[in-house]
């Protein structure tokens, strides 16, 4: 297995190096389990009474944003798998408004979606552990928005870390 290094900001979207720096580990797969580990040790300290938590009304309950990063990292990971494979795909989740639906959250608890974490950031785990430097690096040519593989894993990081600190910041209080 090689070491995944960081990526550099020309594979990746304006917005993503905002992510990148909250990922503080200088190879993805221990900066992956690393965060995993800080995940489950976050949802293991929330009080029951607080999994329905929203800090205003607009907002996701606590059991939403951990779904959300479930969802965004399979996203991610399906995109990174995509651009390893060099399989052109255009696929952008939704954002803000059209995006704040339920997920189900009601009827989950954050036990049951912490399970769910677990299995896909093993996924996610795995599916980088196999790739090579050329897997990695591979861009699309002429796409509006650059990225590779390595860009979207280090994305998956640093989109957990800064939805942990919504968390303890917005949430815990």
């Given amino acids: 297995m090689i070491k995944i290094d960081r990526p550099k900001l020309e594979d990746a979207p304006s917005w993503y190096p905002y992510f990148f720096n909250l990922a503080t580990r200088d190879d993805l797969i221990s900066a992956l389990q690393k965060n995993k580990e800080d995940i489950i ?3 293991n300290s929330i009080p029951v009474e607080r999994e329905e938590f929203k800090y205003a009304e607009d907002k996701w309950t606590t059991r939403q944003v ?3 990063l479930a969802d965004d ?6 995109k990174a ?3 390893s494979r060099q399989v052109d795909v255009f696929l ?6 059209d995006y704040n ?3 189900n959250a009601t009827g989950r608890t954050l036990k049951d979606i912490a399970e769910e974490l677990i299995c896909v950031r093993n ?3 795995t599916l980088f552990s196999h790739m090579t430097n050329e897997m990695l690096n591979f861009k699309f040519p002429n796409q509006k928005e650059q990225y590779s593989a390595r860009s979207l894993g280090w994305m998956t990081v640093g989109h957990a870390v800064h939805h942990c600190n919504l968390i303890r910041e917005k949430y815990l209080i």
């Fill in 101 to 103: 639906k339920d997920f």
């Fill in 73 to 78: 990292e399979r996203y991610y990971a399906y």
């Fill in 123 to 125: 996924a996610t785990i």
């Fill in 41 to 43: 040790e976050l949802i």
């Fill in 81 to 83: 798998f995509c651009f």
């Fill in 66 to 68: 951990f779904i959300h």
């Fill in 92 to 97: 952008e989740v939704p954002q803000g408004k």
